[in-house]
């Protein structure tokens, strides 16, 4: 069963429709993962492709339940957080305001609570990991460790390894120096060095740094295997 065909009913989402209202699992009303597809587009880059908005989406409900968050506002957020991206990028700005600016006057052109629609463009605002502001409420917490998740273990390896083939990066090349005096070289293991391997002391809810234990120890082997096959050892 596709995440388009699970159902759920949700209440209090949009007054101006009474009650509970049976929505696919994006938890905006009466929207499907197919008309959220269809917001983003084709995505060059797969490394921040809609497969990535559906894993940060199970991810995210899976640490939405445990740590007891609001299940509508964090689905939206997920679907949402990273709507524009490349446009954004293109112009210079900050994706998760962009992203943000974007949900809000989306779901509000539906009726949605404004309440309700603040609380999900919050959360989108505050996902990116290099800038602000930093996320207060436990939704926005939510998005933003399942985001981060998302780019650490085997699935980050992958992300970083696609990026770094669309960007023609080489596949490996030893780290000299500290991030501000390196060279313009960036390869996988640099991004390890320098962002990934770091992923999981950011992390807010308990449920998630559990998860990245796991998910860092993965991609510290990784990149000593890489190595020694480097060098010939293994």
């Known amino acids: 069963m596709t995440v388009a065909h699970r159902y759920l009913e949700l209440d209090n989402i949009c007054p101006a429709f009474g009650g ?7 938890g905006i009303p009466w929207i499907s993962e197919e008309e959220v597809r269809a917001l983003y587009g084709t995505v060059a880059d797969v490394s921040h ?12 409900e899976r640490i939405a339940r445990a740590e007891g968050a609001d299940l509508s ?7 949402l957080h990273d709507w524009g991206r490349a446009e954004a990028e293109a112009r210079g700005v900050d994706h998760a305001q962009y992203a943000a600016e974007r949900a809000r006057a989306w779901l509000l052109s539906r009726d949605a609570d404004p ?21 207060a409420s436990i939704e926005a917490q939510v998005l933003f460790d399942a985001d981060k998740l998302d780019a650490m273990g085997a699935i980050g390896i992958a992300r970083a390894y696609a990026f770094s083939g669309l960007h023609h990066q080489r596949l ?10 390196r060279s313009h070289e960036h390869t996988p293991y640099h991004e390890f060095v320098f962002k990934l391997s770091r992923l999981r002391d950011r992390l807010f809810t308990p449920t998630a740094r559990a998860i990245a234990q796991e ?19 293994a």
């Open 73 to 79: 506002i964090v689905r939206a957020a997920a679907l």
């Open 115 to 135: 309440a309700w629609v603040e609380a999900v463009c919050y959360a989108i605002a505050s996902h990116r990991y290099l800038t602000g502001p930093a996320p």
């Open 49 to 60: 492709d809609f497969d990535h908005i559906l894993r940060v989406l199970v991810l995210a």
């Open 20 to 26: 509970a209202q049976e929505v696919f699992v994006t």
């Open 172 to 181: 490996y090349a030893p780290v000299r120096g500290t991030l501000h005096e």
């Open 215 to 233: 998910r860092h120890a993965f991609m510290e082997a990784f990149f000593a295997r890489l190595e020694a096959e480097l060098r010939g050892e």
